[in-house]
T-cell receptor, first 114, second 110 residues
Framework: NAGVTQTPKFQVLKTGQSMTLQCAQD?????MYWYRQDPGMGLRLIYY???????DKGEVPNGYNVSRLNKREFSLRLESAAPSQTSVYFC?????????????FGPGTRLTVL | RKEVEQDPGPFNVPEGATVAFNCTYS??????FFWYRQDCRKEPKLLMS???SGNEDGRFTAQLNRASQYISLLIRDSKLSDSATYLC???????????FGKGTTLSVSS
């Protein structure tokens, strides 16, 4: 049981290049999330998917697109990378319940845009 | 006003010290509160949920004051291994996502 996995772990892009960050969870959760974390800014929600087939914008969606491919997988795409998108990206999947609320995170993708 | 605000620190304390972190939240309708821990260059992990009556887990005590919209985390008998960033977290108004504070950094030294 791997929990939440992300690929790649590290990536360097040039301005204008595109790439897709992959995320998968094996916990059979309905919801999945993408966050970015920058120094001094904390974790900020980019997009989330409450269930298979649905996606919604979070706090900082500009410059990103997402795809909920199936219940397990939720990808984040940068169509034209910009230096401002240099960040650490975390995928997460929560357990929501009356007695148990926890967000499980993947190990993160460290992205640098030159 | 930010939805969740924390003192960023850093808090530098010796082993064995007691240290307290505070957090305020802006949405009075918030129902669920948490403390997460994040080690350097790692993902955040749940430390403990915060209940209205307050709760304790070993050396860690969390308190909630709804009237003041204030959450606290107390760490007693600090260990070197407690060095990390502690994130105050609140569920958003729609109940669909977690809102994270920027984190408070703790460094425990021998």
């Amino acid at each position: 049981n791997a929990g939440v996995t992300q690929t790649p772990k590290f990536q360097v892009l040039k301005t204008g290049q595109s790439m897709t960050l992959q995320c998968a969870q094996d916990m059979n959760h309905n919801s999945m999330y993408w966050y970015r974390q920058d120094p001094g800014m904390g974790l900020r929600l980019i997009y989330y998917s409450a269930s298979e087939g649905t996606t919604d914008k979070g706090e900082v969606p500009n410059g990103y697109n997402v795809s909920r491919l199936n219940k397990r997988e939720f990808s984040l795409r940068l169509e034209s990378a910009a230096p401002s998108q240099t960040s650490v990206y975390f995928c997460a999947s929560p357990v929501w319940g009356l007695a148990d609320n926890e967000q499980f995170f993947g190990p993160g993708t460290r992205l640098t845009v030159l | 006003r930010k939805e969740v605000e924390q003192d960023p620190g850093p808090f530098n304390v010796p082993e064995g010290a007691t240290v307290a972190f505070n957090c305020t939240y802006s949405n009075s309708a918030s129902q669920s509160f948490f403390w997460y821990r994040q080690d350097c260059r790692k993902e955040p992990k749940l430390l403990m949920s915060v209940y209205s009556s307050g709760n304790e887990d070993g050396r860690f005590t969390a308190q909630l004051n709804r009237a003041s919209q204030y959450i606290s985390l107390l760490i007693r008998d600090s260990k070197l291994s407690d060095s990390a960033t502690y994130l105050c977290v609140v569920i958003n108004q729609a109940g669909t996502a977690l809102i994270f504070g920027k984190g408070t950094t703790l460094s425990v030294s021998s």
